[in-house]
């Protein structure tokens, strides 16, 4: 069993960071791969960026490459989510995951409540 909690979103100018963080209650070591996932209204969720534990490292959407870094903490139990230069293009629920790598991210269906991402001037 896994339990995920986001925390960290906010409202941001154009151009701005924000770091986002998800706390699980389970152990996360047992998922080869963890992701962050967004959503806006009326459309599906958007994989953003996943990370794993072997040598496929981290995944990034083109939208978000070079801005934004995932990191996950075996030890703590967390996933993190470094957004830089963001944009209004960038405002979402963003969710965190816990899923598998095969040959590309497959989610399992662990998920936080979400964490609301505004950026706006």
């Known amino acids: 069993q896994l339990t995920l909690v986001e925390s960290g979103g906010g409202l941001v100018q154009p151009g701005g960071s924000l770091r986002l963080s998800c706390a699980a209650s389970?152990?996360?070591?047992?998922?080869?791969?963890m992701a962050w996932y967004r959503q806006t209204p009326g459309n599906q969720r958007e994989l953003v960026a996943s990370?794993?534990?072997?040598?496929?490292?981290?995944n990034y959407a083109d939208s978000v490459k070079g801005r934004f870094t995932i990191s996950r903490n075996n030890a703590e139990r967390t996933i993190s989510l470094q957004m830089d230069s963001l944009k209004p293009e960038d405002t979402a629920v963003y969710y965190c995951?816990?899923?598998?790598?095969?040959?590309?991210?497959?989610?399992?269906?662990?998920w936080g409540q979400g964490t609301q991402v505004t950026v706006s001037s």
């Open positions: 389970g152990i996360i070591s047992r998922f080869p791969a």
């Open positions: 990370v794993t534990s072997g040598p496929t490292g981290t």
């Open positions: 995951n816990a899923g598998r790598w095969v040959g590309e991210y497959r989610p399992y269906d662990y």
